[in-house]
């Protein structure tokens, strides 16, 4: 897959919202196709799904764009009070909100019942909390929802067009030299540390293993919550741990707005080296993925 957004940047001669949405789109084709091609030997993958958040950085122009539940906060300094600031770049998919519900119904204004308030849930179709993901092919073409699909991901009536989106929210900002970071984590993150918690931890530690340290945080807050200590919550089994907080995953980008600025810089046109996983080089994006056991 990494050599699609490649193709489409020449293209395209060079980064644009355009191009993002192509390789989400692109992203979203190869894999109900490979959906098709398991179809009979493992149904099941039709109601395999993934939030999506991609960040690109390329001639001093930030692109974020978004695919379900993920958020990106930005760290901004505010120079007249000498502090950092969050700002929130993206926005969940999330049927609880809104604006996501009266998108849902704008979209489908056949079916009164495209989102449904279950268990004070609200889902759509009574199925999923999100509305846009890479996958979930079981709400995305009707001809995965169906037998030998488990009952429990049927409905009970056929659809013809997408239930769910696959086209990411994108927003496009030119950064300015008080952009200091950008943190980039799943739900599981945000469930426990809010905008302002996460970026004053990245504000006030070493940049080295500054992931890990959101990460940390957040499950001493999940350990809290339950009135339990850390050191114990670590010592439950993963799959029962999955009952205490959800998957975390994260990625700290710090943003050298010297580089950023330079306009005559000769590098590649884009890096596809993301993040450097868990150990970290100091120089580029910085992440953890998992529940802290590694
Ligand atoms: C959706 O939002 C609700 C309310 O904030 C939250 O409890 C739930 O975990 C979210 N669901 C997903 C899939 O992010």
């Known amino acids: 897959m990494h050599r699609v957004p490649l193709e489409f940047t020449s ?12 390789a989400f789109l692109a992203t979203e084709e190869e894999f109900l196709s490979l959906v098709k091609k398991q179809w009979l030997n493992k149904p099941q993958i039709a109601s395999v799904g993934a939030c999506c958040l991609v960040g690109v950085v390329c001639s001093g122009v930030l692109y974020i764009a978004n695919a379900g539940d993920s958020r990106v906060v930005l760290g901004r300094l505010e ?3 000498k502090d950092i600031k969050a700002v929130q770049l993206s926005y969940e998919h999330n ?3 809104e604006s996501v519900r009266e998108e849902l119904h704008s979209l489908h204004p056949d079916d009164p019942h495209i989102v449904v308030l279950k268990h004070k849930v609200w889902r759509v179709k009574g199925l999923i909390q999100i509305s846009r993901s890479i996958g979930d092919a079981y709400l995305k ?13 049927r409905l009970p009536e056929p659809f013809d067009k997408p239930i769910l989106k696959s086209e990411p929210t994108i ?8 952009d200091q970071f ?31 340290k959101l990460l940390k945080a957040a499950l001493c ?7 339990m200590r850390y050191s114990d919550l670590k010592k439950i089994d993963r799959g029962v741990r999955r009952h205490f907080h959800d998957d975390i995953t994260v990625i700290v980008l710090f943003l050298d707005s010297n580089l950023v600025s330079r306009s005559s810089f000769r590098g590649p046109l884009i890096s596809i080296k993301g993040g450097c996983g868990v150990s970290g080089n100091g120089k580029g994006g910085c992440g953890v993925s998992g529940n802290g056991n590694t």
């Open 79 to 81: 120079r007249a009070i």
């Open 95 to 97: 049927a609880s909100i």
């Open 11 to 22: 293209e395209n001669n060079g980064m644009s919202a355009n191009v993002i949405n192509k």
């Open 141 to 153: 073409r009707a001809e995965f929802n169906r037998e030998p699909l488990l009952a429990k991901f």
């Open 182 to 212: 950008l943190i980039f984590a799943s739900d599981g993150l945000w469930e426990h540390l809010s905008n302002q918690e996460a970026v004053d931890i990245v504000h006030s530690c070493p940049r080295n293993g500054i992931a890990r």
């Open 171 to 178: 927003l496009v900002q030119k950064l300015c030299p008080e």
């Open 221 to 227: 807050e999940a350990a809290k919550k339950r009135e």
